[in-house]
């Protein structure tokens, strides 16, 4: 329907600047059968631990930019 994605805008506005640069992380967790929520509870948990990632300039030819753990 169209209204899966997250929106960072959808009630207010958002400014983007080298002082206050935009940070998100996602998480889709895909799964058959029935909710489980001690099952996602564990996913969520995974994922926030993990190491974030960051979107940046590259210095290799052919590539504009690259990620790099934080």
Do not use: K, N
């Not at 940070?23 to 969520?44: I, K, N, Q, S, V």
Request: proline share 6%; charged share 25%.
């Amino acid at each position: 329907d169209g209204w899966m994605g997250a929106s960072l805008c959808r009630e207010r506005g958002l400014v983007i600047s080298s002082e206050q640069p935009l940070r998100t992380r996602y998480l889709l967790a895909a799964h058959a059968g029935a909710y489980d929520a001690e099952r996602a509870e564990t996913t969520y948990q995974r994922f926030a631990a993990a190491a974030a990632w960051s979107v940046v300039p590259s210095a290799r030819p052919h590539e504009r930019f690259e990620l790099q753990p934080e």
